[in-house]
């Protein structure tokens, strides 16, 4: 099978996440169209090729080594946000907060929280985010996931939804999201947003070269309802740091770069955070970053 058109190899990935760490990618391409989308799927698999999804990179580490494979971007019509009635259907790679506002501007809610997840439609199935109080959930009506063998919708509870999880494996692709929305005054809406912008502003990081919440929130009883950051900032990690890594000053779940920091200066940084929560609670804090490669973990990560 030819190489599909638009393929580039060696393609640096750091430069397309948020903390802006990591290497290259063998392959990378942005499909425009579920066409071009279902060609790559085959060819990777015909290939025998690691497949990476890259959407806003908000929530992604890079190994320094590189990703040996094919990582994709979602672009033109699969990054789309369009209105029918009362759905809102939107490409796997819309940036999931551009939904929110334009839902706002036509008057449909239901989506309000999506304003403060920086990631796409797609991701936010896959990881089955939700924020402040908002439930994906609730207001998800399909999905349609393409695979090298084609593509099929879903529906919310064929996708095994739990605690930022989902079932959706590896060389499944989310091209296109629904959401059935209902309608409400466009300047409550926007109002709403911008309540939720100003809890974000005032609790997190923001206009630095960070991603989101570095571990997940624990089930621990042990954790007595803490979050995973106020175990990290009891555990006095808020603004430890390792080489150019550094957990924020603000939130002691959000890992910042603050120079040229490498993926396993972050790594490093996040396995002195697990064990020190470790050692003063007793709570094995599980990452919600997602890392693309092979990514060598610390001495002591398993604890």
């Known amino acids: 099978m030819k190489l599909p058109r638009g393929v580039q190899p060696d393609f640096p990935l750091g430069r397309l996440t948020t903390v802006r760490t990591g290497g290259t990618a063998d392959w990378f391409a942005r499909p425009t169209t579920e066409g071009e989308l279902s060609e790559l799927l085959a ?13 806003s990179g908000s929530n992604l580490l890079v190994a ?3 990703f040996r494979g ?3 971007k979602l ?3 699969l990054a789309g946000i369009e209105r029918e009635g009362e759905r809102l259907v939107c490409g796997g790679g819309a940036r999931l907060p551009s939904a929110s506002a334009k839902a706002a501007g036509w008057g449909l809610a239901g989506i309000e929280f999506g304003v403060n997840i920086p990631g796409t439609a797609g991701g936010a199935v896959k990881m089955n985010a939700n924020a402040y109080g908002g439930q994906l959930a ?3 009506e399909w999905v349609d996931v393409a ?3 084609g593509s099929d919708r879903r529906r919310p509870e064929q996708l095994g939804f739990a605690y930022r999880s989902s079932n959706l494996g590896p060389g499944e692709v989310v091209a296109q999201v629904s959401f059935h929305l209902h309608p409400d005054d466009p300047a409550s809406i926007k109002a709403r947003l911008e309540e939720m912008r100003g809890k974000r502003r005032e609790a997190q990081p923001s206009g630095i070269k960070t991603f989101g919440s570095t571990f997940k929130n624990p089930e621990d009883e042990r954790a007595e309802g803490r979050s ?3 175990l990290l900032e009891a555990a006095g990690c808020r603004g430890l740091r390792h080489g150019a890594a550094r957990f924020s000053e603000k939130h002691a779940n959000f890992v910042e770069n603050t120079g040229e920091a490498t993926t396993a200066e972050v790594l490093e940084l996040m396995a002195e955070g697990r064990r020190r929560v470790h050692d003063r609670f007793g709570v094995v804090l599980e990452p919600e970053v997602q890392v693309l490669g092979e990514a060598l973990w610390p001495e002591g990560w398993a604890l």
Do not use: K
């Open 64 to 66: 320094d080594d590189g």
């Open 70 to 72: 094919l990582a994709i």
């Open 228 to 230: 995973a950051g106020q």
């Open 75 to 77: 672009d033109g019509e």
């Open 43 to 55: 060819w990777a698999h015909e290939a025998d090729l690691v497949l990476g999804t890259i959407g």
């Open 147 to 149: 695979t090298a063998a």
């Open 138 to 140: 609730e207001v998800l």
